[in-house]
């Protein structure tokens, strides 16, 4: 799959990224991926077991516990991390291979890894 859109720079490079990534990070029923999704505006966590191709726990900016929450995108990303952790764990998981996505490691891709690590997973 070839992304060369004229006119599309950043997309079409984030895209290229996130391709290159998946060749090397794949999820096991041993060690699932933890998928991190950034829009604008908000945040979405994942832990995906590939071989089935089912998402096993998830959490996100936009669940009702954290829109009322007050605060930075940054500071809701740490909180989606620490809640994608806990319900990990609850699930039985413990270590997972980290997906950035295609976006660089800083600023809410790496809150929630921090924060994801700090809640007892193994990243």
């Known amino acids: 799959m070839a992304y060369t859109v004229k006119g599309k720079g950043k997309f079409v490079a984030r895209k290229r ?8 990070v794949n999820g096991t029923p041993a060690r699932p991926r933890l998928v991190v999704t950034r829009s604008n505006r908000h945040i979405v966590a994942q832990v ?3 071989t089935i191709g ?15 929450e007050v605060g930075t995108k940054t500071e809701k990303a ?10 990990a764990k609850a699930a039985g998981i413990t270590a997972v291979v980290f997906d950035r996505g295609g976006n ?3 600023g809410r891709v790496a809150a929630v890894a921090e924060a994801a690590r700090e809640g007892g997973l193994e990243l």
């Open 104 to 106: 660089k490691y800083f």
């Open 48 to 50: 995906i077991d590939d």
């Open 17 to 24: 990224r996130h391709l290159r990534l998946r060749k090397k």
């Open 78 to 87: 740490r909180k989606v991390g620490a809640l994608v952790a806990e319900r």
């Open 54 to 68: 089912h998402t096993l726990v998830s959490a996100s900016d936009i669940e009702a516990a954290l829109v009322k």
